[in-house]
């Protein structure tokens, strides 16, 4: 069964830098589609970016410029580097996987089945 696992979350002031992990466990092959997802409180879970497994990527406008993902393919672990943090950025954030390919995979949280349990990220002023 696939796992994941997310790590490096905390707490930054505005303009700050953290970087998130996903390590993934249980697959047999790499999947077709990944991503980070982020949910603050009160508001429905978001798409923040996408990532097939050739490497092709999708960034929410809100995050492009700051944010930056990449893989560790011999780690099976999925990073989000992100910079220029704002308090708009503060939620749980969660890397996320599914079996199916896309050219471009989608940022829409529904389309993704397997979740991993989530890391805080504060952002204070």
């Known amino acids: 069964q696939v796992q994941l696992v997310e790590s490096g979350g905390g707490s930054v002031q505005t303009g700050g830098s953290l970087r998130l992990s996903c390590a993934a466990s249980?697959?047999?092959?790499?999947?077709?589609?990944m991503g980070w997802f982020r949910q603050a409180p009160g508001k429905e879970r978001e798409g923040v970016v996408s990532?097939?497994?050739?490497?092709?990527?999708m960034y929410v406008d809100s995050v492009k410029g700051r944010f930056t993902i990449s893989q560790d393919n011999a780690k099976n672990t999925l990073y989000l580097q992100m910079n220029s943090l704002k308090p708009e950025d503060t939620a749980m954030y969660y890397c996320?996987?599914?079996?199916?390919?896309?050219?471009?995979?989608?940022?829409?949280?529904?389309?993704?089945?397997?979740w991993g349990q989530g890391t805080q990220v504060t952002v204070s002023s």
């Open positions: 990532v097939n497994k050739y490497g092709i990527t």
């Open positions: 996320a996987a599914r079996e199916s390919a896309a050219w471009v995979c989608p940022t829409s949280p529904a389309s993704y089945n397997y």
């Open positions: 249980g697959y047999t092959y790499r999947p077709g589609c």
